[in-house]
């Protein structure tokens, strides 16, 4: 018996009631806009604290949001676009301190889809889109959706995303002629059909710059922020690893060009410079000389219109769990911080935003105090665009390729394999799926699949309890009990039907069979209605059928169907005791068959 | 604990075996032709009771059959060529001496819509792919995908059926002119439209029937084939009314046409006399000017290739399981028979078919000891075919409509509106969701909605497990338990890190979190990563969290996700002793915190 202690029940509830009223007594508007609750008590410390994480973050926001612009196949300046509204959105409406919202190269990789066969325009709408349907989800309360979505979906997901994103940059970082492709598959078949134009220089740049990154990586490990000054330098230049080597990257090309007046490496190129115009999202565009109008549009994103806001919900969600160190998470607000932040994005042609693991991680490592930290990201990167759009153009495509790999490798969850497999094989499987699924059609596919896989293999374990019907001895009886779980579904029904009827099969001719109902606390009425039928099916055959400690709502379930078999449920000491049967308890179990 | 002694449960896994043994050691051959298994102890006594039932039945299966054919808007006959192969079938591979095959009310209203839209050419083909269909599910053994209809779905699937049915009847009913519909918002719609072009004498005699069929089941109503020569009779011709009420209307509309030679009332009209020629069922066809190639049909029967043997099949299991009488049923087999029904019969044009209940209750109380029953029924409706059919002409309508509204009445489970309303809300709701999207879109949505919503509704509730957080307080500590059900799926996992999370709120600093795993069987791997996950977050907080009677697998699944928390996994007396915790087992739960 669980404990139904009234005083102890009813004290739990007082305070528990206290806690949820504490957090409901704070105004409304109070609650959405969280910054509202730090803001009366920021003060100059804070400030410099946040200045310092914000600007560490902008150092490393710059190199990924251009890396990740060309991942969804966009010019770097939307890179840039995408990570300026999230800092200055998320300031108002972030419940953690810590979350950096801008692009992700899983983002990336779900629009590149659209910006290669389309235009960027699709983006540009996805964000849109997207920030609408996160915040219909957050005001609507139905962030729990993201509850179906499982460890192995999201790892298999992941390293799919990897995966492909890797593989597409495969084109860049040999040179290659040609394109690349949107999907694993194609990425990987383009490049074995490309293999031969190939140039020298582009893979060495390549190859040499993930040496770099991983060696810079291994430098400082172990070093911290309040360190010895030589440690303090090994953390920084290992932190600002991707800066240094797209700058490293920049200026050989640069010194190549003014030595030897060549450009031996494929550069990013001209990109538009300056800071994006305030307007609409495109509802309407022109790819080659079609038309699209709004519905065109929409029809084009087909399923990713659900995708994208359902991943950029996942990540950010998971990265705010986190980081919130134990705290309760309001993951309405947080949807809602992240709609407001792809919304507003879209208007300065920001591509689909979520949180950033990376500069989440390394806001908090660098001792952000506020979500104002967010500020400081935006100011730089304001800067780079006013400023630094013409040395982009130096930029080398194997740089970049090199770069996005190396992070690449370090997004795989190598060690879930082999938990998998040595634990669950069947979650492998659906992990495998998920993965297979993915690179073969694409990962929004591989998403849906794994999630609804995921569900059916749900729905068949509820079919299928697992009963082990035991064997009770008496000196002058025998008996059978079928142990319930605590919920039994209708799609449970016939099986345990099955497993009554199995009973009786085995059991002799003067047995009884005992349902034991001790867990049971809820049964649907197919359940029931099975339960009854077989009762009938018994008597006619004069078996012997008891149900064991069934609580009243389920056993009055039961009579609603068949009220003459009110004595068939008993009460006794719990199925437990009944393991340790002895000849006495038992016949006090027959007294009322 | 429950029973683990080794020998009682070798002892009874060695008799289940067994049990499974002797059903395999027969042939395969054997069991898949059961006919094998009672032909050789055949003999005369049971012959002549063979005969009488399946003659029973022939009596009802004409009028029967004549009036599906017209509720799927077919020619009369089809109703007849559709009871015709189903006894000589059933006869070689059916399990069940009762079960009777052929056209029941709803294979013909999921067929209807097909042949008022296009020919009668669908509704043979959609019986040879129902037979396919239904054969592969039954070689897969793939009938458990069954389990997954609950009783409220079947229930409001039913009543839709009777409703959609019923008010297809009604231009019949009243004489209309017009169409009636193949939805049941149509034909009311259509009945209200046309209203104005009703017949005097057509409701008349239609509502008549209503009335004769209803005094004539009272008539027989506790008589039985064993009474006094009265009661006998009595019995007799309340089990013949549908013959009866439409022998009578034929009367009627023959006197009035000898006598008067005039036609008031609508008739059936000239039917397709003789038997079917014995033809390839109609891959291609031409309704109007087009012509459907295969593909095109199969475009055009569209979800229904899938419903209407999904439909036959439940129909028939349950059945068979009714009429079973406690033994384990092969449903395998009987799938088996009923597909090679479905697809013999279309060779000579029946419509798709299945377990009849009201002739296979018949049958049953008839005193059937065989399948061969079904072949007196087979020839009686050959009878029929050979020298009955220009007799056919004079049915009226109206009499039609009269018995089939009649029969749709008794089809409804009145009952079941009252049982859900007081045990079972939400599955009330299902029920009304699958009726109200039966009758507003067709009979074949509302049976897969409806599967959804239950499928949909039970992830739910799989996802949200009722948690009861109760408090333990001892002299000197608190502690909060947190029981866990036997099943936590992947989708739970964020419940109960909140749930935990609630409790360390709640608690006190120097309070125990107890996460009991006592009832717990099996775990995901998302629920592992997800306490380790709290565990860390408690930690930090340094708050204290143990994880009661987890079984040494689960431990493994999360140690390793974190192989730290070896020491907060503990064995102690089981959650239900924690109930009656007293000072000291407290303490020696808390040994190892």
């Known amino acids: ?30 609650k959405r806009l969280p910054i509202t609750r730090w803001l009366p008590t920021y003060n100059f410390t804070i400030l410099i604290q946040d200045m310092i994480a914000g600007i560490t973050v902008g150092l490393t926001a710059i190199p990924q949001g251009i890396a990740y612009a060309v991942v969804a196949g966009l010019s770097p300046e939307y890179g840039l676009y995408s990570g300026l509204m999230g800092g200055f959105v998320y300031l108002f409406f972030g419940s953690s301190k810590d979350v950096t919202v801008g692009p992700t190269a899983i983002m990336s990789a779900l629009t590149a889809r659209y910006v290669l066969d389309y235009s960027s325009d699709f983006a540009v709408l996805a964000a849109f889109l997207s920030g609408v349907v996160i915040l219909i989800m957050g005001t609507l309360q139905l962030g729990f959706l993201v509850d179906f979505v499982s460890v192995p979906v999201i790892s298999g997901f992941t390293t799919a995303a990897a995966l492909q994103i890797a ?10 002629d040609g394109k690349s492709g949107t999907v694993f598959s194609q990425s990987v078949y383009n490049f074995v ?77 001209d990109i538009g410079s300056g800071l994006p115009k305030f ?19 929409m029809e084009t994103l087909g399923p990713q219109s659900i995708v994208i806001p359902l991943v950029s919900i996942i990540e ?36 689909p935003v979520t949180g950033s693991f990376t500069r989440t991680a390394l806001n908090n490592a660098s001792g952000v105090q506020t979500p104002a930290g967010g500020i400081f990201t935006g100011f730089l990167i304001l800067l780079a665009l006013s400023l630094l759009t013409s040395t982009f153009y130096f930029i080398p495509k194997a740089s970049l390729a090199g770069l996005i790999i190396t992070a690449m490798f370090s997004m795989i969850d190598y060690e879930i394999f082999m938990r998998l497999w040595k634990n669950s094989k069947r979650e492998l499987l659906v992990m495998f799926v998920t993965i297979l699924v993915s690179l073969w059609f694409g990962l929004e596919y591989g998403l849906v699949i794994g ?19 035991s064997s009770l001895k008496t000196a002058d009886r025998e008996a059978f009990a079928i142990p319930l779980g605590d919920n039994v579904a209708y799609c449970a029904a016939e099986h345990i039907r099955r497993a009554v009827l199995e009973a009786a099969q085995v059991a002799g001719d003067d047995a009884v069979i005992i349902v034991d109902g001790s867990k049971l606390r809820s049964m649907d009425m197919t359940v029931a209605a099975n339960l009854m039928a077989v009762v009938k099916d018994l008597e006619r055959k004069s078996r012997k059928i008891v149900f064991l400690n069934f609580n009243p709502e389920i056993q009055k379930i039961c009579e609603s169907i068949n009220n003459k078999h009110a004595d068939k449920f008993i009460n006794a000491p719990s199925a437990e005791d009944l393991g340790m049967l002895n000849e006495r308890k038992f016949s006090a179990v027959n007294v009322n068959v």
């Open 451 to 469: 999630i609804l896989a995921e569900a059916v293999m749900l729905l068949f374990r509820v079919a299928r309890p697992k009963i082990e019907i």
């Open 279 to 297: 307007q609409l999202p495109p509802f309407s565009t022109v790819v080659g000389n079609e038309t699209y109008d709004f519905s065109d549009m």
């Open 193 to 269: 059909v490309n293999i031969r134009t190939a140039k020298l220089w582009d893979p060495v740049l390549g190859f040499s710059t993930i040496l770099i990154l991983v060696l810079l990586k291994k430098f400082g490990e172990g070093c911290s922020r309040n360190d010895t000054a030589v440690r303090q330098f090994r953390w920084l230049l290992s932190l600002a690893r991707n800066a240094v080597v797209v700058v490293i990257g920049m200026i050989i090309v640069y010194v190549i060009k003014v030595v030897q007046d060549q450009e031996p490496l494929k550069l990013i190129g």
């Open 167 to 176: 593989s597409a940059q495969f084109t860049s970082l040999f040179g290659l």
């Open 316 to 351: 950010s969600i998971a990265i705010a769990k986190a980081f919130a160190g134990g705290a309760q998470l309001d993951a309405t607000q947080e949807m809602i911080a992240l709609g407001f932040c792809n919304v507003i994005g879209s208007f300065v042609r920001s591509m």
């Open 1 to 30: 018996m669980t404990l139904r202690n009234e005083n102890i029940q009813k004290n739990l509830r007082r305070r528990l009631k206290r806690v949820a009223k504490d957090a409901c007594s704070i105004k409304t508007a109070k």
